[in-house]
């Protein structure tokens, strides 16, 4: 008959087992990294809540996901 404590005990050696490699550190500039996936996947959201074509521009513009030079990437990626 077991007990809760070795049922417990199970389960974190389990846990411990698929747990896999600590990941590294992450600085603060991978904090703020965003992916070019990321940023249309927001562009798409934005678009589908905006209410005309200005508002999307503004909100577009607002949260940096286009730039006004189009020869750089939008202020969220840099």
Known sequence: ???IGSVRR??????AASAGPI???RTA???YR?????????RLVV???SSDSEDL???LDMLGLISSN?????PVSR
Do not use: F, K
């Not at 199970?10 to 846990?15: G, K, L, V, Y």
């Not at 189009?70 to 939008?74: A, D, N, S, V």
């Open 1 to 3: 008959m077991s007990g």
């Open 10 to 15: 199970e389960t974190n050696e389990d846990r």
């Open 23 to 25: 990941p590294s550190p």
């Open 29 to 31: 500039a991978d904090a």
């Open 34 to 42: 965003v992916s070019d996936d990321q940023v249309q996947r927001a």
């Open 47 to 49: 678009a589908r809540n």
């Open 57 to 59: 521009r503004r909100l």
């Open 70 to 74: 189009p020869g750089q990437p939008p």
